[in-house]
Nanobody
């Protein structure tokens, strides 16, 4: 069982920056994938970025060049650095953890609100 706690959300002006953090605790495996997903009003939840324990990353086209995902394995924490924020980035951002070994157990954080508005 893994617990995920997100932090760092808030209100930011268009063009501004914000960094989200997600701390994992519990039965954490050394080989895993962690990532960020978001759900905007009236939209389905979508992938933002993922990172493996080995450092391989994947980004949604909408955030490439603006967002950077990173991971501190020693602290079991994943970060999302968000730059050049746009109003369309407004959403609840959720942290996700998934084991790379069977049965590939997955877990979600509670979510943190990011609002981009002037």
């Amino acid at each position: 069982q893994v617990q995920l706690v997100e932090s760092g959300g808030g209100l930011v002006q268009p063009g501004g920056s914000l960094t989200l953090s997600c701390a994992a605790s519990g039965n954490i495996f050394s080989i895993s994938v962690m990532g960020w997903y978001r759900q905007a009003p009236g939209k389905q939840r979508e992938l933002v970025a993922t990172i493996t324990s080995g450092g391989s990353t994947n980004y949604a086209d909408s955030v490439k060049g603006r967002f950077t995902i990173s991971r501190d394995n020693a602290k079991n924490t994943v970060y999302l650095q968000m730059n050049s924020l746009k109003p369309e980035d407004t959403a609840v951002y959720y942290c996700n953890y998934r084991d790379r070994l069977p049965p590939h157990s997955g877990y979600w954080g509670q979510g943190t609100q990011v609002t981009v508005s002037s």
